[in-house]
């Protein structure tokens, strides 16, 4: 399988399954697409016929070029078959260790954002901040249950976590403590939406936490729109320089400016670019999953907006690189040299299997985003996962689990896409999101044209 776009000025091949990318000129562009469904010589009169204005395409230059792509092909870098099906097969019977928990050591909020999936932090349920002793009991759990997993992550999410950070720090105490007799090393990210950030905060979590997650939407309107305050009031002017403290106080320690787009800004670029020019490095940007109805829902309508603008973003990207102010976007991070192993291509994140959440109770569940949905409530931290028929049906949940990914260029990108995106959506998490793929097949190719054009620029 392959796919061909055109971006950005260049040509670009993909193959899918072995993974090789290609930047080739207009006569080998157009003969890849013929390839497999044209004779040879059907494909010399076609390309003889299309570029009859230009004569020093001639018919020796497209047989040198037929050649050059069967060479390509019995390489296995054009038209590679497909070796991941075969190991789909196996993921029900193998035992996967659990590598990480999100700890929701607050369902309650400061913020009341109104596109909030948890319900202004509650989850459809009651507020509650986790105690020490569930999550030291959840920590045990993780240990207990990662198997030769070295390095297990923890990440410290809500509601809002800084309403309950001493916890948060009597927990990462703890988990450290541990760290030498059981052989494990412990990553800690905190997810927060800035009010409760202070000295302490940038402090303990600057020395502990391997990553942190600051959520900012961009421009202060936008921004303040849906993410005010309880008492009714815009968070940016609060937030913002807190944030910008933090990160540069980070230094080069990982964290993420995380923003939310809606139909509000559709042009969500600005707001990108708005983060950049306050001095943020490393952005992502989420499209919002929410009920149609919602005034802010995005629409089909929007999509050929959001596709230039992912465009737009991955070219301003290369110039300001180039000038020396780059930052990075999450969903453009690609490696096409290493990438990951044929596992996670195939599967993905891992909810339900080896990533867990655990609500305050101490209840698990297969990832944040069904907390609060009885149905899909795993076992607790004590008895463990109880519900082994759920668990089986994620470990079934992958790229090849979907039928309407047979024929997707994007699947070993995506590996089947979102389980809760795909249940919110189509009631199954073997459904498919079409909105969200259809978004991320486009920034799969801005990316990858990104990696091209840098490529090309070495050269």
Known sequence: MIHQYKLNDLNIVLDVFSGAVHSVDELAYDIIGLFEACSKEEIVRQMLEKYADKPEITREEILECIADVEELKDEGQLFAEDGFADHACDFKNNSRAIKALCLHVAHTCNLSCEYCFASQG???????????????????????????QKNLEVDFFGGEPLMNWEVCKRLVGYARSREEETGKKFRFTLTTNGILVDDDVIEFANREMHNIVLSLDGREEIHDRLRKTTNGKGSY???????????????????????????????????????????????????????????????????????????????????????????????????????????????????????????????????????????????????????????????????????????????????????????????????????????????????????????????
């Open 122 to 148: 509650k989850y459809h349920g009651e507020r509650a901040l986790m105690s020490f002793e569930v999550g030291k009991r959840a920590l045990d759990f993780l240990i207990e249950n990662s198997g030769s």
């Open 237 to 459: 002017e609060i937030i913002v320089p807190k944030f910008q403290k933090f990160a540069k106080m980070r230094g080069e320690r990982e964290y993420y400016m995380r923003g939310t787009f809606t139909h509000n800004n559709v042009d969500f670029t600005e707001d990108i670019f708005h983060m950049a020019d306050l001095g943020f490095t490393a952005l992502s940007m989420e499209p919002v999953v929410c009920a149609p109805q919602d005034p802010y829902a995005l629409t089909e309508a929007d999509l050929p907006i959001l596709f230039e603008q992912y465009e737009i973003l991955a070219k301003e990207m290369l110039k300001r690189k180039k000038e020396g102010r780059g930052f990075t976007f999450y969903h453009f991070m690609i490696d096409l040299e290493g990438g990951p192993c044929i596992y996670k291509r195939i599967s993905g994140c891992g909810s339900g299997t080896e990533y867990l959440a655990v609500t305050p109770w101490g209840e698990l569940f297969p990832c944040h985003q069904f907390v609060g949905d009885e149905k899909y409530s795993m076992g607790n931290v004590w008895d463990g996962v109880t519900n082994t028929e759920l668990r089986d049906s994620f470990k079934c949940c992958n790229a090849y689990s979907r039928p309407s990914c047979e024929s997707c260029w994007a699947k070993l990108y995506c590996s089947g896409g979102c389980a809760a995106n795909a249940y919110h959506a189509t009631g199954s998490i073997t459904g498919t999101y079409e909105y969200g793929c259809e978004l991320f097949k486009k920034r799969m190719e801005c990316a990858i044209m990104m990696k091209v054009a840098e490529s090309e620029e070495k050269e």
